[in-house]
């Protein structure tokens, strides 16, 4: 099925505003957007309307909408919140998972491996095949609350490294960390997935407190 035009909408411009392309507090310039997107006005406000659901976008009333603000210690909370139910939703997909579950991670882990040494230094790729490990085990724990809280805050991490401009590590140095997270699910063993989602973002507030500092990486 293909998509609507307000999700496409919405992935770019949630795409856009991760990375910085479109940086905290600028406006959302709709005429400007909506031509460049090739969208209709109505599928591309409904696009801005989930993203102000997800904080990363803000209503200034009549003036319409801006990028949200990038305050350290706010986007280090974030990234608080989101290593607990990170690590809570990986104990709940070894709980939970199916053998439809599984079949999805080995063909993911295979496609990585099949993909790796063409995408290096495709950041885009390393982008989008993290933020599909970490969807991939959130719908493993059958917690759609879960899903919808993740994918929030996984959004506003990643702005985090951008904004902040601290470097974050590679899928390349990530991989076998995922593999640890599921294999743990796999196994049904759920404190060995908790343990593993939390070493794999063990190093997420640090950069967060010390990023004007420090050039130190940050999973994502």
Same mark, same amino acid.
């Given at each position: 099925?293909?998509?609507?035009?307000?999700?496409?909408? $919405?992935?770019?411009?949630?795409?856009?505003?991760?990375?910085?392309?479109? /940086? /905290?507090?600028?406006?959302?310039?709709?005429?400007?957007?909506?031509?460049?997107?090739? !969208? #209709?006005?109505?599928?591309?406000?409904?696009?801005?309307?989930?993203?102000?659901?997800?904080?990363?976008?803000?209503?200034?009333?009549?003036?319409?909408? @801006? !990028?949200?603000?990038?305050?350290?210690? =706010?986007?280090?909370?974030?990234? %608080?919140?989101?290593? %607990?139910?990170?690590?809570?939703?990986? #104990?709940?997909?070894?709980?939970?998972?199916?053998?439809? +579950?599984?079949? #999805?991670? =080995?063909?993911?882990?295979?496609?990585?491996?099949?993909?790796?040494?063409?995408?290096?230094?495709?950041?885009?790729?390393?982008?989008?095949?993290?933020?599909?490990?970490?969807?991939?085990?959130?719908?493993?724990? +059958?917690?759609?609350?879960? *899903?919808?809280?993740?994918?929030?805050? $996984? #959004?506003?991490?990643?702005?985090?490294?951008?904004?902040?401009? !601290? /470097?974050?590590?590679? @899928?390349?140095?990530?991989?076998?960390?995922?593999?640890?997270?599921?294999?743990?699910?796999?196994?049904?063993?759920?404190?060995?997935?908790?343990?593993?989602?939390? *070493?794999?973002?063990?190093?997420? /507030?640090?950069?967060?407190?010390?990023?004007?500092?420090?050039?130190?990486? *940050? @999973?994502?």
């Amino acid at each position: 099925m293909s998509r609507r035009k307000s999700d496409e909408a $919405y992935l770019e411009l949630r795409r856009r505003i991760m990375v910085a392309e479109l /940086p /905290p507090n600028s406006l959302i310039d709709e005429k400007l957007l909506v031509d460049d997107l090739k !969208v #209709g006005r109505t599928p591309f406000r409904e696009a801005v309307l989930r993203l102000a659901q997800e904080g990363l976008v803000v209503s200034m009333g009549r003036r319409g909408y @801006v !990028v949200a603000g990038a305050a350290p210690a =706010d986007l280090m909370r974030a990234y %608080e919140l989101r290593q %607990e139910i990170e690590c809570f939703t990986a #104990g709940l997909a070894a709980d939970r998972r199916t053998a439809e +579950d599984i079949a #999805g991670f =080995d063909a993911f882990l295979a496609r990585i491996d099949a993909e790796i040494d063409a995408q290096d230094g495709n950041s885009a790729w390393d982008l989008a095949i993290d933020e599909e490990f970490h969807h991939r085990i959130a719908l493993a724990s +059958d917690n759609p609350f879960a *899903q919808r809280t993740l994918s929030s805050l $996984y #959004g506003l991490s990643v702005r985090s490294l951008y904004v902040s401009q !601290v /470097p974050a590590t590679l @899928v390349r140095d990530e991989l076998e960390s995922y593999r640890a997270v599921l294999n743990a699910i796999r196994m049904r063993d759920a404190a060995a997935a908790r343990k593993a989602m939390a *070493q794999h973002l063990t190093f997420g /507030p640090v950069p967060l407190r010390s990023a004007a500092r420090s050039q130190g990486k *940050q @999973v994502l």
